[in-house]
T-cell receptor, first 113, second 111 residues
């Protein structure tokens, strides 16, 4: 299994609170992705990164920001959490020359009350 | 617009081959077929991919029809641990951010 960890694995927070999720990899892969998974919507891309300090928006980026200051870490921040951001969040990584073979982390379950 | 169509669910007896179909009638010449699966509560797992030739690896075989409008993922000897949702994805390569995970097929391997 690819070396990908996500923290925290579970979090309960209140509406309006900032939340940061962390994805950490030990594979030195260039690309990193944040997805969310909700019933009836499948997996949807939030943001992705194609290198240190290089990020771009995905399909559902509103309300989220990301940062990547090191190859191994990709942070997802909910500036002011809302109940609609209750979801399971998955991080994924891939290599430059094989972007479609993505390795996923174990996920973070976030509940916004 | 959905690029792929998969049956919502399938059953398979343990030890038998599981054949999961995927229709992609609008596939372009430069688009690949990728298969992933997601075991309950875990992150998706890459299985296999192909362009037009049949492919096999340690997990599965991928059969793509000659006209490339459909494909079949074959798990040769399904086990209970293969129970999962299987996603068929059609995509051009070089744009990992363009993956579209549809609803997939929920495969239940029965003892």
């Amino acid at each position: 299994d690819a070396g990908i960890t996500q923290s925290p694995r579970h979090k309960v927070t209140e509406t309006g609170t900032p939340v940061t999720l962390r994805c950490h990899q030990t594979e030195n892969h260039r690309y990193m992705y944040w997805y969310r998974q909700d019933p009836g919507h499948g997996l949807r891309l939030i943001h992705y990164s194609y290198g240190v300090k290089d990020t771009d928006k995905g399909e559902v980026s509103d309300g989220y920001s990301v940062s990547r200051s090191k190859t191994e870490d990709f942070l997802l921040t909910l500036e002011s959490a809302t109940s609609s951001q209750t979801s399971v969040y998955f991080c994924a990584i891939s290599e430059l020359r094989d972007q479609e073979t993505q390795y996923f982390g174990p996920g973070t379950r976030l509940l916004v009350l | 617009d959905a690029k792929t169509t998969q049956p919502p669910s399938m059953d398979c007896a343990e030890g038998r081959a599981a054949n999961l179909p995927c229709n992609h009638s609008t596939i372009s010449g430069n688009e690949y077929v990728y298969w992933y699966r997601q075991i309950h509560s875990q992150g998706p797992q890459y299985i296999i991919h192909g362009l037009k030739n049949n492919e096999t690896n340690e997990m599965a075989s991928l059969i793509i029809t000659e006209d490339r409008k459909s494909s079949t993922l074959i798990l040769p000897h399904a086990t209970l641990r293969d129970t999962a949702v299987y996603y068929c994805i059609v995509t051009i390569v070089g744009y990992g951010q363009n993956f579209v995970f549809g609803p997939g097929t929920r495969l239940s391997v029965l003892p």
